[in-house]
């Protein structure tokens, strides 16, 4: 017969089993309620990220947008005509309209008009894609009115804005992306029509109308009120009947301002000669790069053997690598050309040529006949014009878009985005 003894060892020993049990089990409820607890964590995390995935994905997609735009306006600036009225298609086929009081996207959020008469708008047309695209991305542009007009001559501003939403996922995120843009010009414009580093000798019939608005730094040397007509780092000669004229005029009387009357050379304080502010290197003033960097410029230009091929349709930077003779028109008022010329020039006959030429390197220049030339010549050696008949109007370039000699680029702080359903 078992001892008391016995009964409580036995006794015990059940217990301790119960409470291991009780503690095993306590255990693997515990175990699978942290099991639970971090499968679910797991996939809210993993939505939280496939959340921010499709976010990013669609902000992604509008961010590619808009440098789709600036490359699509860079490549159709000859398209964007100067001046446009709302309502008429230019001769891209594109028509602003205005925001009017109008909500909805590009003018509004959906609930306010935000930009008003003040502002055009324009959808760009489908060749903005993004091929195997999840969304549809619908690219528009806006900008300032100007008199009831799209001047994108004097207001080349623009703010594209790029609305992204999904095909057909439900889930799939949304955007709206917004960045201002301007049109910078590559050329730098001289302030005069006729510059040169070296001297510059006019003689025979030579008329020179000038920047009748030149900036103040030129006052002196300049008398207040005058145009800027000729600038050089060195001396400025007159003979014959050569004379520069004050712009608009018929240069005759009063209208004449710098000539040569018998032997003495009267001074209408209109040329800046031996001007310590002309340029070390007139290239670099010109195109933005050193000229031993010049070949930076020439890779982006028309490289011509000659200007036998240049016409009144020829625009944008062209760089020759020989001579340079011009008999007949070439560029226009609204596309003018920007020519290097590494040889030398003539232009004889009676052509009308709007743009810049900028002499490199020595070499003559030979103006004869009754030429014009609407902008500006620019040598970085001397100039002598022999005694030949021409005519310098100065025509301000900057402000002319025209093809290869800039584009459109982001405005530093232009940039705006949303995560949200954009309004259609």
């Given amino acids: 017969m078992q001892s008391a003894f016995a009964r409580s060892i036995t006794t015990l020993k059940r217990q301790r089993g119960m409470a291991t049990l009780a503690i095993a089990l306590v255990l693997l409820l515990a175990l699978t309620l942290l099991t639970f607890n971090v499968a679910k964590v797991g996939g809210l995390e993993q939505r939280i990220s496939a959340n921010d995935m499709r976010t990013l994905s669609a902000h992604e997609t509008a961010q590619t947008a808009i440098e789709q735009a600036i490359a699509y306006l860079n490549a159709n600036l000859p398209r964007i005509d100067p001046v446009v009225s709302p309502g008429v298609a230019n001769s891209g086929s594109w028509t602003w309209a205005f925001c009017s009081t109008e909500t909805t996207l590009p003018c509004g959020d959906g609930q306010t008009n935000h930009y008003g008469n003040a502002w055009l708008k324009l959808t760009l047309p489908n060749q903005i894609s993004l091929p195997d695209s999840p969304y549809t991305t619908t690219v528009y542009l806006l900008t300032e009115s100007e008199g009831g007009q ?19 996922d439900p889930l799939a995120g949304s955007a709206v992306v917004q960045q201002l843009v301007k049109y910078f010009s590559s050329v ?13 000798t006019l003689t025979g019939n030579f008329r020179v109308y000038g920047n009748p608005n030149p900036p103040s730094s030129f006052y002196p040397p300049l008398q207040t009120g005058r145009p800027l007509s000729v600038w050089s780092g060195n001396a400025v000669t007159l003979g014959g009947n050569a004379a520069t004229c004050v712009p608009g005029s018929n240069c005759s009387g009063q209208n004449k301002l710098s000539y040569k009357q018998g032997n003495n050379t009267i ?22 790069v050193p000229t031993s960097q010049a070949d930076t410029v020439k890779n982006k230009s028309t490289v011509l053997a000659d200007c036998s091929s240049l016409t009144d349709a020829s625009s944008g930077q ?18 003018p050309a920007i020519i290097v010329v590494e040889g030398n020039v003539r232009m004889y006959g009676n052509p009308h040529v709007y743009g810049l030429i900028y002499k490199k390197g020595s070499g003559t220049i030979e103006l004869t006949g009754n030429s014009v030339l609407w902008g500006g010549l620019v040598s970085d050696h001397a100039v002598d014009l022999g005694a030949g008949n021409y005519t310098f109007r100065y025509l301000d370039l900057s402000k002319i878009l025209t093809n290869n000699t800039g584009g459109f680029a982001k405005v530093p702080g232009g940039w705006l985005d949303t995560y949200q359903k954009p309004v259609s």
């Fill in 318 to 335: 062209i760089w020759v690598t020989g001579d340079c003779h011009i008999t007949s028109p070439v560029g226009s008022a609204t596309a």
């Fill in 150 to 168: 799209v001047d994108v001559r004097d207001q080349p501003r623009m703010i594209i804005l790029a609305s992204v939403t999904p095909n057909s």
């Fill in 267 to 288: 001074n209408g304080g209109d040329i800046a000669h031996n001007h310590n502010g002309f340029p070390a290197d007139p290239f670099q003033y010109v195109f933005g």
């Fill in 188 to 200: 730098n414009m001289p302030s005069s029509p006729l510059a040169a580093r070296g001297q510059v």
